[in-house]
C-alpha cells in the first residue's frame, strides 16, 4: 500500500521553483529570439521572389514536421561534430527552441500581415508614405495586434515544449519532478505538485496576455 | 369561435397562452383559433412575442401555462393519468413534421443540394424510398419556380431563391398548417417579390397558414385575418379592412404610423 | 557517411515499424473516445461536460512528457503493473484524446444553432439531426484540425524512447551508440518523420481546399 508523503516534496521543493524559473527563462529567450526570425523571415516572404519563399518554406516545413526532441539531439549531440563549435546544454536548448518556435511564428506572421485590410494600407500610400514608413507605421502595429491572440497561445505551448530540456539535464521543472522520482520514488507526489504548477503558470500567462490583448484591442 | 366538431375542428387552437424567459414575461396569455385554409398575419412591435408564439405552436420553444392544440393534439404536454408532463424530444419529433416551418435566415442545409434539402424530411421522416422522394421534391421546387435549380447548392442560389426553396422544404412534408416567421424580413428588397408570390399562390390553393410579418401591404392582401400582439397579448384581431381602418387602439395606430412609409 | 546510413537501416526500420504501432493505436483510441467526448461536451448533461471538460483542460495543460512520466512511473503504484509499451501508449492516448475531443466540441458548436432548428422543424429526431445536418457541416471544420492532431501523435511517439520504448527515435540513438556518427542517423531519422508528417499535412491542405466551397 502506498503512503504518500509530501514530506520530501517540500524539502527538495527548490529544485520545483527554480525549475519552474528556469522553464519561464528557457521559454522567454526562446519566444523572443523566436519572434525576431518569424518576423524576419514573414517579411523575406513578403518582399523576397520565389527562391526565397521556397527556402523559407523548406525551413518552416523541415522544422514542423519532425519531433523537438531530435532536433535538441540534432543540434546538441550533432552539430559540434561537423562544426566547430562549443556550447554548454542550456545554450543548445534554447537555439534549437529559438528555431523551433521561429518556424511556427513565421505561419502566424505570416497569416497577420495578410489579414490587415487594404483600406489601411491604401490610405498610407494616399498621404504619401513610402513603403518602408508604411510598414513601420502601418502594417507592423497593425499585425500585432492582429496576432496576438496567437502569440499567447504559442507562449503556452513553447513554456510547455521546455520541459523536453530536461533531456540535456537542464535543471527545468520537469528534470526537478524526475530528480526527485529518483532519488525520493515520491512519484505520485511529485507529480501530483508539478502537474498544478505547469497549469497555474500557463493560466497565468494566458491571462496576463488577455489583458494585453484587451488594451490593444484591434476595433 | 368555430364548432369543435371533426369537421370544423380549428386546426391551430391556442389557449392563454403564457410564456416568461427569466424574469421577462414575453407572452401574458394569448388566445388564437386558426381554421383549415386561414391565412393569419401576425404584426406587432419588436419583441411583442409574435415570433416566440409562433415557435411555440411547433414545439421549437416550451411555454409555461396555457395550451396549443394542433388538430386536437396538445403540442408542448400530455396528459397521463391526471397529469400533464411536458413532452419529450422523441415525442415531439413527430408532432413537428405536421406543422411545417420557413426561417427568416432559411437555414437551408449547406451540405444539400436543393432537392436533397426537400427530400430530407422526405426520406428521413415520411420514410420514403429515394425515387419517390425525388419526384415530389421536384414537384415541389416546380411550384415554387426552382426546377432548373434542383441539383444547386444553396451557396449558389440567391436570397430569394434559398427562401423559396425553404417553403418548398415546408411544404412538401405536407403539414397541416405552415408556420412564416419573418421570411422576407432578410431579403434584398427585389428579392422578396417572388417569395410573396409563392406563398399568395399557397393561399389560393387552400393551405393554412400563420404568418408573422412586415410587409404590411401583404398582409392586407392575402390574410383572412389580422392579429396585432402587443406585450404579450392580442391587442386588435380581426380582418384586414377592421384592423387597418378602425385604428380604437392608440397602440396599434402608433405602430401603423411607424411602419406604414414602406 | 552513406556506408554508415545503410547499414542501420535493419535497426531503424524495426524502429520505424514501432512507431507506426503505437501512433495507429493511438489515433484510432484517441478518434474513437474523443468524438464521443466532444459530442458530450456539446450536446450532454452539465456534470459529464464539467469532467470531462476537466480531463481535457489538465491534460491539455501540462506537457506530454510530464504525462508520460506520470503515467510510465505513477501506473505500477497503483498495482497495475503494465509494461512500458502499455504505459507509453496510455499516456499518448490520453493527450491525443483531450486534444480530439476539443476538435470535436469546436467544430460541433461552430454549426448555427439555426441548423439544429430547421431539422427540428421538418420533424427529425435528435439522433437523425446530429447524423444528416450536424456531423456533415461539421466535417469541414473538424478534418484539418484532426490530420495535425494525427501528425502531433505521430511526433509524440518520439518521446517514449525515454521511458525505454525502441521506437525510431530510440532505435536512432542506438545505432549512434554503435557508429559514433551521429549527424547521418539524425539526418536520416528527421528525413523520415519528415515524409509522414508532411504527407499528413498535404493530404490536410488537400481537403481544406476541397470542402472550401461550403461557405456558411
Keep these: 500500500m502506498y503512503h504518500l508523503n509530501f514530506g520530501l516534496i517540500w524539502r527538495y521543493f527548490d529544485k520545483l521553483d527554480w525549475g519552474l524559473l528556469l522553464s519561464l527563462e528557457l521559454a522567454v529567450a526562446s519566444i523572443a529570439i523566436g519572434v525576431v526570425i518569424g518576423l524576419a523571415l514573414a517579411l523575406l516572404y513578403d518582399w523576397g521572389g520565389r527562391t526565397t519563399r521556397t527556402l523559407v518554406s523548406i525551413y518552416v516545413e523541415f522544422i514542423r514536421n519532425v519531433p523537438l526532441l531530435l532536433l535538441v539531439y540534432l543540434v546538441f549531440y550533432g552539430i559540434p561534430t561537423v562544426v566547430n563549435l562549443q556550447y554548454d546544454a542550456t545554450t543548445s536548448f534554447i537555439a534549437t527552441l529559438s528555431i523551433y518556435a521561429g518556424a511556427y511564428l513565421v505561419e502566424i506572421f505570416r497569416a497577420g500581415l495578410v489579414a490587415i485590410p487594404r483600406g489601411l494600407i491604401d490610405a498610407g500610400k494616399a498621404i504619401g508614405l513610402t513603403p518602408w514608413q508604411r510598414l513601420i507605421y502601418i502594417r507592423l502595429p497593425t499585425m500585432f495586434r492582429v496576432v496576438l491572440p496567437s502569440l499567447s497561445n504559442t507562449f503556452v505551448s513553447l513554456f510547455k515544449d521546455t520541459s523536453v530540456a530536461s533531456v540535456l539535464a537542464v535543471p527545468e521543472l520537469t528534470y526537478g519532478a524526475q530528480w526527485i522520482n529518483f532519488n525520493t520514488f515520491r512519484i505520485v507526489e511529485v507529480y501530483t505538485v508539478v502537474t498544478p504548477m505547469y497549469l497555474v503558470t500557463g493560466y497565468l500567462i494566458l491571462g496576463a496576455l488577455r489583458q494585453l490583448e484587451k488594451r490593444f484591442a484591434v476595433r | ?262 | 557517411m552513406l556506408q554508415a546510413m545503410l547499414s542501420s537501416l535493419p535497426s531503424l526500420w524495426r524502429g520505424l515499424l514501432v512507431t507506426i504501432e503505437v501512433a495507429v493505436i493511438v489515433v484510432v483510441t484517441s478518434l474513437l473516445i474523443g468524438v464521443v467526448f466532444g459530442a458530450v461536451m456539446v450536446y450532454g448533461p452539465l456534470l459529464l461536460r464539467l469532467i470531462i471538460r476537466l480531463f481535457s483542460d489538465v491534460v491539455r495543460g501540462i506537457p506530454v512528457l510530464v504525462l508520460i512520466f506520470f503515467v510510465y512511473y505513477g501506473l505500477p503504484v497503483t498495482g497495475l503493473n503494465v509494461n512500458n509499451f502499455a504505459a507509453g501508449v496510455t499516456a499518448l492516448v490520453l493527450f491525443s484524446t483531450a486534444q480530439v475531443t476539443e476538435i470535436t466540441r469546436g467544430s460541433l458548436q461552430s454549426i448555427h444553432h439555426g441548423q439544429m432548428e430547421a431539422g427540428k422543424a421538418i420533424g427529425l429526431t435528435f439522433p437523425q439531426r446530429l447524423v444528416y445536418v450536424v456531423f456533415p457541416q461539421a466535417m469541414r471544420r473538424f478534418l484539418p484540425p484532426w490530420i495535425n492532431s494525427v501528425a502531433d501523435a505521430v511526433k509524440g511517439t518520439a518521446l517514449l524512447s525515454l521511458v525505454g520504448i525502441v521506437d525510431l527515435m530510440l532505435a536512432i540513438q542506438q545505432v549512434i551508440g554503435r557508429t559514433y556518427e551521429p549527424m547521418p542517423l539524425y539526418i536520416l531519422g528527421a528525413l523520415i518523420y519528415f515524409v509522414i508528417n508532411y504527407s499528413l499535412s498535404l493530404l490536410s491542405r488537400r481537403l481544406e481546399a476541397r470542402y472550401a466551397h461550403f461557405r456558411e
Design chain 2, 1 to 262: 369561435m368555430s364548432d369543435p366538431t371533426p369537421d370544423n375542428r380549428p386546426v391551430v387552437r391556442i389557449r392563454g397562452l403564457k410564456k416568461s424567459f427569466g424574469s421577462l414575461t414575453v407572452l401574458d396569455g394569448v388566445d388564437l383559433d386558426v381554421g383549415r385554409g386561414d391565412v393569419v398575419s401576425i404584426i406587432g412591435p419588436s419583441g411583442s412575442g409574435k415570433t416566440t408564439m409562433l415557435r411555440c405552436i411547433n414545439a421549437l420553444e416550451t411555454y409555461d401555462a396555457g395550451s396549443v392544440e394542433i388538430d386536437g393534439v396538445e403540442v408542448g404536454f400530455r396528459t397521463e393519468g391526471g397529469a400533464r408532463r411536458r413532452r419529450s424530444e422523441r415525442e415531439l419529433a413527430p408532432l413537428r413534421a405536421e406543422t411545417g416551418m420557413v426561417f427568416q435566415l432559411f437555414y437551408l442545409f449547406p451540405h444539400l443540394t436543393a432537392a436533397e434539402n426537400v427530400m430530407l424530411g422526405l426520406r428521413k421522416v415520411r420514410r420514403m424510398g429515394k425515387a419517390e422522394a425525388r419526384d415530389v421534391a421536384l414537384k415541389w421546387l416546380d411550384r415554387v419556380g426552382l426546377a432548373a435549380k434542383a441539383d444547386s447548392l444553396p451557396y449558389q442560389l440567391s436570397g430569394g431563391q434559398q427562401q423559396r426553396v425553404g417553403i418548398a422544404r415546408a411544404v412538401a412534408m405536407g403539414p397541416k398548417v405552415l408556420l412564416l416567421d419573418e421570411i422576407t424580413s432578410a431579403l434584398d428588397p427585389e428579392l422578396v417579390g417572388e417569395v410573396l408570390e409563392v406563398v399568395r399562390k399557397l393561399a389560393e390553393d387552400g393551405m393554412t397558414m400563420i404568418m408573422v410579418t412586415h410587409e404590411m401591404a401583404f398582409a392586407r392582401e392575402a390574410s383572412d385575418r389580422i392579429i396585432f400582439i402587443d406585450q404579450g397579448k392580442v391587442a386588435v384581431a380581426g380582418t384586414p379592412a377592421e384592423v387597418f381602418r378602425g385604428q380604437e387602439n392608440e397602440r396599434l395606430r402608433a405602430f401603423l404610423s411607424r411602419v406604414s412609409h414602406t
